[in-house]
């Protein structure tokens, strides 16, 4: 077993490291505060056939013993996850996904067990900390270390990780995370603050962020294992430039399109030309083939934006699509709306009930009820 200390926000921050979770592929138990996190990473041995992404879960698993509560209702088991527990697992995937290579077909786990809760010391930064630390201290490919930050902002002054009094005064609730070279999340709410406050906030955690990265970094050289070569899904050569050459001016033409459904039908129309001139030659390849066309599509539109500055509908980068809100759509609802941004639409109402409507919470945090319910629905027709 090894313990590493660091000093975070003023309180201190323990990683220790070779108790618990022995099996996995990398594993740290995280303590900030009386807050304690177990947090797991692991692989496959053996890459996952016929899929065309990376298969990284992360799961971050709430424990109502954490607080001292046991759960309600007749199993009294701990349930499915809790919409704040859903919301801390995507905190910990956004900022670690793009640090691994996509072309790896290894099945990925991140499991953050949150153990113990102290509401001065969020247990969602310390699940991510132990998150990039577990995957750094392990033997899977991972271009890290990454680490995270609460930021505040109360009577004028930033307070880094702020407590939950604290918050509850503070004018942003901002979450950024990164590595030593760049930001690479931003999470934040915000009492109508200005934009140069937030990039002061974003500019101050990423510097703290630096600290924590290098603190992470010595853990590895003390204890990391030597990184593995993992399986990379790549396309036969000769196929990748073949199929490169042959769709590479059809699709930038395609994609040029002002109208988002003209664009789409254009683009796929080109897709299948190019699969069905390369599967009469290459019949055991679709795969690869259709691979290779999707790479391509993601290379010219980040071409056009990086390079050309303009997007694929013509806007330029400081240009907004056209934006149309309306009110009172509905006469029988408390309240109703309609925004519109390009083809992007968002209906809202709104119901008005009494206090005995208020939902009870099982979770981690203060709050036992929520008076205030805001549900979110995505139907598939959405998307066409």
């Not at 290779?292 to 071409?303: A, M, N, T, W």
């Amino acid at each position: 077993m090894k313990t590493f200390s660091y000093t975070l926000a003023g309180r201190e921050l323990i990683i220790e490291t070779g108790l618990m979770a022995r099996q996995a592929n990398g594993s740290v138990l995280v303590r900030y505060g009386d807050t304690a996190v177990l947090v797991a990473a692991t692989q496959s041995t053996e890459p996952r056939l016929g899929i065309d992404f990376f298969p990284l879960t992360v799961d971050y698993e709430e424990r109502l013993y954490a607080v001292g509560k046991i759960p309600g209702g007749f199993i009294k088991r701990e349930g499915r996850p809790s919409e704040a527990a859903i919301l801390a697992g995507r905190l910990i995937d956004r900022p670690i996904r793009p640090l691994f290579d996509d072309s790896i077909r290894n099945d990925t786990q991140i499991v953050a067990t949150v153990l113990s809760v102290d509401q001065s010391n969020p247990p969602d930064i310390t699940a991510m900390i132990g998150a990039s630390c577990a995957l750094s201290i392990s033997d899977i490919c991972w271009d890290g270390p990454i680490a995270g930050v609460r930021v505040g902002h109360i009577n004028g002054q930033f307070v880094i990780n702020p407590s939950a009094e604290q918050l509850a005064f503070s004018q942003l609730n901002l979450v950024v995370a990164g590595n030593r070279d760049a930001v690479l999340m931003v999470e934040a709410g915000a009492s109508e603050v200005s934009e140069q406050l937030v990039l002061e906030a974003i500019d101050l955690g990423h510097q703290e962020i630096k600290k924590l990265v290098k603190f992470i970094s010595g853990i590895q050289r003390e204890v990391g294992k030597a990184k593995k070569e993992a399986h990379r899904y790549a396309p036969p050569p000769e196929i990748a430039e073949a199929v490169r050459q042959y769709v590479v001016q059809p699709l930038t033409d395609a994609i040029m399109n002002s109208d988002k459904l003209a664009r789409e039908a254009n683009m796929a129309a080109v897709k299948k030309a190019a699969v069905e001139h390369f599967a009469a030659i290459w019949p055991d390849n679709l795969k690869d083939i259709n691979y290779v066309i999707g790479r391509e599509i993601k290379s010219i539109v980040r071409r056009t934006i990086t390079v050309d500055k303009i997007r694929p509908d013509g806007r330029g980068l400081d240009e907004i699509r056209p934006i149309d809100c309306r009110v009172g759509v509905f006469a029988r609802t408390h309240g109703s709306s309609l925004f519109t941004r390009g083809q992007t639409q968002v209906m809202n109402i709104a119901t008005l009930g009494c206090i005995g409507d208020e939902q009870i919470l099982d979770g981690l945090g203060i709050e036992d009820c929520k008076r205030y319910m805001h549900n979110y629905n995505f139907p598939p027709y959405s998307v066409g």
